[in-house]
């Protein structure tokens, strides 16, 4: 079912002449070992891998780099008086990871699923399609409540494990109504969570954001079926879904580099990971493995158990992805509290070949990748004070992991795309009395327009935030500990900005505990035009007449939307003709209409189709639209009724 080039992936491909070099993957951190076998494939089998696969010229990167800094500092024009639908989604999925049992015995519990309902009451229900013995789970959350599940007598039916094997473990939850989710390991050493990323999360192109930093190896002492292994877990959202997995290492049950599939059914799930031999080491891990699915699937990350090189702590890595097309090219990532020897990194996985890595606005990248290679930006050098964040920016669209925490304990949290995604509502709630930091990233204008609303006396201090370093002062970030008081355990508080979109993550533990990290605002925000054309009338008698098209072009997107442009294949640009005019900007779920007419000819049964193309910008992206009309070519029929 998956033929193609993207099956094809165990060649990294440098063009020369009229051939294409194919070299075997060879991965390790930061740059691609040089111990390369070429063999040589035709242009026809292989030139489709290439896509930006040519370095740019030094003045294009100059030119690029000025761009994008004008860019990001126009970019809270894109995020001004927005309007936003409540915060969450009203369905989610989640392939359950397998956590040691042996890791603070009893590892891997309590577990809970938290749900946090917004303006609305939500009947939540929890179920496991695939699991006929699961008897749902109903819960009512009145508004701006939350409800903690603990679903640890559960725990047997929700482990994705064994690896390398089909399973019916998949967690599905529906809601009446729009709530925020989180799935937490809360084990007082071993713990993290996984924000639920809803609609969001369903995809069918994922790499896999894994580390291969040695230092941060998995305790090697727990035998199986207990090992702490590094792994990725899919379940599928529809039944008869085929998958498609390419490791670059080896996993249980499949050797490196030579694709597999298998069928999943709704509900069911799948684990790849590695337990053979040196299963602790780093290197081991799937890092840059891809998933192809022909269905909707949602995929997460476990790192079981992880050492950090500043101490003797162990802690759980995990969190749900979101598919290749919801990524993007800038970053921000706020500084944790991570011992300052503790590695506190952002893990970089490249989804395209030839994609450059610059920090913090240099014009030499820091590094050049390959589809699922994989990069490690140290954040150790940071002052969480003075220069609390580093921006990071891609030449094409990139994964980008936070490792961070508290002491030598830390978590993961996939970081959201700032060029479009984030929230102008986000709903939280903490989880215990340990330390707990909000982690904010925002348009520099809007830093003066957040409220915090909830049981708690928590306030947002605009002098809490910093200028990113790279980013022409268009963002700041801020790192906010909040006590009990202003953020009391287990009540939902509610950050707004009246002003602009935003990122927000929570980091909750402790230096000798662990630490819970995620990120609650959205990732892939809805952007778009939805165009119709119309054409009055639709048949008119040869030789032809004059036809008037009406062109209605809607906001379908979650933002403001600027209409820049707008053609047609038969009069070009359709700016000042008709009632048609540019620019224009259009409100969340309103839309812009406009008229134009021109003579349509030809002959007896001639069909004529109008295409209308609209195209411009919203949260700083492009976005594009087209529609058709088609106008007949009748007969002439004559008043005495003979044609």
């Known amino acids: 079912m998956f033929s193609g080039p993207i099956f094809r992936l165990r060649y990294l491909l440098l063009r020369h002449s009229d051939t294409v070099i194919a070299a075997p993957c060879s991965f390790h951190e930061g740059w691609l070992s040089n111990a390369y076998a070429p063999e040589q494939r035709t242009t026809n089998e292989h030139i489709d891998l290439v896509e930006g696969a040519y370095a740019m010229s030094k003045w294009q990167i100059r030119f690029a780099n000025v761009a994008r800094r004008l860019l990001l500092a126009l970019a809270f024009l894109a995020y001004t008086s927005v309007g936003q639908a409540a915060p969450g989604f009203t369905e989610f999925w989640l392939a359950p990871p397998n956590v040691t049992f042996l890791n603070n015995v009893p590892g891997g519990e309590p577990i809970y699923l938290v749900t946090i309902a917004g303006d609305t009451a939500a009947t939540v229900t929890i179920d496991q399609p695939a699991n006929g013995a699961f008897t749902p789970i109903v819960q009512a959350i009145t508004p701006h409540t939350s409800v903690r599940t603990n679903l640890t007598a559960f725990k047997a039916a929700l482990k994705t494990t064994p690896t390398n094997t089909v399973l019916n473990s998949g967690l599905h939850i529906s809601s009446t109504a729009p709530v925020t989710a989180y799935y937490e390991i809360a084990n007082t050493d071993n713990t993290d969570m996984l924000t639920l990323k809803g609609a969001d999360a369903l995809g069918q192109e994922f790499y896999i954001p894994l580390h291969k930093h040695a230092p941060f190896f998995n305790e090697p002492s727990y035998a199986s079926p207990e090992q702490a292994i590094a792994s990725f877990d899919i379940v599928a959202?529809?039944?008869?879904?085929?998958?498609?997995?390419?490791?670059?290492?080896?996993?249980?049950?499949?050797?490196?580099?030579?694709?597999?599939?298998?069928?999943?059914?709704?509900?069911?799930?799948?684990?790849?990971?590695?337990?053979?031999?040196?299963?602790?080491?780093?290197?081991?891990?799937?890092?840059?493995?891809?998933?192809?699915?022909?269905?909707?699937?949602?995929?997460?990350?476990?790192?079981?158990?992880?050492?950090?090189?500043?101490?003797?702590?162990?802690?759980?890595q995990s969190d749900q992805l979101v598919p290749v097309g919801a990524l993007g090219m800038d970053y921000i990532a706020v500084k944790g509290a991570i011992n300052s020897n503790g590695d506190e990194s952002v893990v970089i996985i490249a989804t395209r070949n030839d994609t450059q890595i610059h920090l913090d606005g240099a014009a030499t990248p820091a590094a050049t990748l390959f589809a699922g290679e994989y990069y490690r930006v140290d954040m150790d050098y940071l002052a969480a004070s003075s220069d609390n964040a580093v921006y990071i920016h891609a030449t094409q669209p990139i994964y980008a992991a936070h490792i961070s925490g508290f002491g030598c304990e830390a978590g993961l949290a996939l970081l959201p795309r700032i060029d479009v995604g984030g929230s102008a509502d986000v709903d939280f709630v903490r989880d215990d009395a340990q330390s707990f930091f909000l982690m904010l990233v925002s348009p520099a204008a809007a830093?003066?327009?957040?409220?915090?609303?909830?049981?708690?006396?928590?306030?947002?201090?605009?002098?809490?935030?910093?200028?990113?370093?790279?980013?022409?002062?268009?963002?700041?970030?801020?790192?906010?500990?909040?006590?009990?008081?202003?953020?009391?355990?287990?009540?939902?508080?509610?950050?707004?900005?009246?002003?602009?979109?935003?990122?927000?993550?929570?980091?909750?533990?402790?230096?000798?505990?662990?630490?819970?990290?995620?990120?609650?605002?959205?990732?892939?925000?809805?952007?778009?035009?939805?165009?119709?054309?119309?054409?009055?009338?639709?048949?008119?008698?040869?030789?032809?007449?004059?036809?008037?098209?009406?062109?209605?072009?809607?906001?379908?997107?979650?933002?403001p939307a600027t209409l820049a442009a707008i053609g047609d294949n038969f009069l070009g640009d359709l700016d000042a003709r008709g009632t048609c005019s540019v620019p224009q900007t259009i409100a969340p779920a309103a839309a812009y209409d406009?008229?134009?007419?021109?003579?349509?000819?030809?002959?007896?049964g001639d069909i004529q189709t109008e295409t209308v193309t609209a195209s411009g910008t919203s949260l700083n992206a492009a976005i594009s639209a087209a529609g058709s009309a088609t106008v007949t070519i009748t007969d002439v029929i004559f008043a005495d009724g003979f044609e």
Not at 512 to 524: D, H, I, L, P, Q
Request: aromatic share 8%; charged share 10%; proline share 6%.
């Open 594 to 604: 406009c008229g134009f007419a021109r003579v349509v000819s030809g002959s007896l």
């Open 237 to 316: 959202s529809q039944n008869g879904t085929t998958v498609s997995i390419y490791s670059p290492v080896p996993v249980d049950g499949h050797p490196a580099l030579q694709q597999f599939s298998l069928t999943l059914n709704r509900g069911q799930t799948y684990s790849a990971g590695y337990s053979g031999s040196n299963w602790s080491v780093p290197a081991n891990h799937p890092s840059g493995a891809v998933v192809l699915a022909d269905k909707p699937v949602a995929v997460s990350i476990k790192d079981d158990s992880v050492h950090n090189p500043s101490g003797g702590c162990t802690n759980l």
């Open 447 to 559: 830093v003066n327009a957040f409220t915090i609303t909830g049981a708690g006396t928590a306030t947002i201090d605009p002098g809490a935030f910093v200028t990113v370093p790279g980013t022409g002062n268009a963002w700041k970030a801020a790192r906010i500990a909040f006590d009990t008081t202003q953020a009391p355990v287990d009540t939902p508080m509610r950050v707004s900005n009246s002003a602009g979109f935003f990122a927000l993550g929570t980091l909750n533990g402790g230096a000798t505990t662990g630490a819970r990290y995620g990120y609650f605002s959205r990732f892939a925000d809805q952007i778009g035009f939805a165009l119709t054309v119309s054409a009055m009338p639709g048949a008119i008698a040869e030789p032809g007449g004059t036809v008037t098209f009406s062109v209605h072009v809607a906001n379908a997107g979650d933002a």
